[in-house]
């Protein structure tokens, strides 16, 4: 009984002290972030990879934080690298869309392609503006700006993809949050 007894010890100890070397995912967030601010962008983004890794949410709440936070931890990093279209595909891995992430998105355009490029050519761009749909089933708006680069490329809402017709989904564009704010150059 004594032996089962101080297995059972030895047992517990080996767990309790396991549990204080995990590090949680937001740990390891923190920990990138601050590898950011000290310019290790390589290590800042090994930790990301890490904590996404960790496997510390249960619920969708810190699953979508996490999501959230390492993705715009990877925006500014692309950024500061001077990687666009990694910054950009960074901001599209958040599961949700949002008026911060179009607006982060427009930046790495206006810097990459010039802002009055941008203004100048958009509406020339209008009737060529394509939806494209991924494997995960999200949706994207295609604005081809008339140069040989890749056309900007923004998630829009499950709304342009009940449209039909290329004349709708213009009007629907020429409301749209982003297509005031790609005129305005804000």
Not at 39 to 58: F, P, T
Not at 73 to 98: P, T, V
Not at 101 to 111: A, G
Request: aromatic share 12%; proline share 1%; net charge positive.
């Amino acid at each position: 009984m004594k032996k089962y007894f101080e297995c059972f010890i030895i047992i517990m100890l080996c767990l309790s002290v396991q549990s204080l070397y995990a590090q949680s995912s937001f740990r390891l967030l923190k920990k990138s972030e601050n590898l950011f601010n000290k310019g290790k962008y390589d290590k800042a983004l090994k930790k990301i990879v890490r904590a996404e890794n960790a496997d510390y949410c249960s619920c969708g709440n810190c699953d979508i934080e996490l999501n959230w936070q390492a993705n715009l931890l990877r925006y500014k990093i692309y950024n500061k690298l001077g990687k666009h279209s990694e910054s950009r595909q960074a901001l599209d891995s958040i599961y949700f869309i949002s008026n911060k992430t179009d607006s982060l998105k427009f930046i790495t355009y206006q810097i990459e392609y010039g802002k009055a490029f941008i203004s100048e050519n958009i509406d020339l761009s209008l009737s060529k503006i394509k939806i494209i749909y991924n494997k995960k089933k999200e949706c994207y708006i295609d604005i081809p700006l008339g140069r040989e680069e890749k056309p900007m490329r923004f998630k829009v809402g499950y709304e342009y993809s009940i449209v039909e017709h290329n004349e709708e989904k213009i009007k629907l564009f020429l409301k749209s949050s982003i297509y005031k704010m790609i005129k305005n150059n804000q």
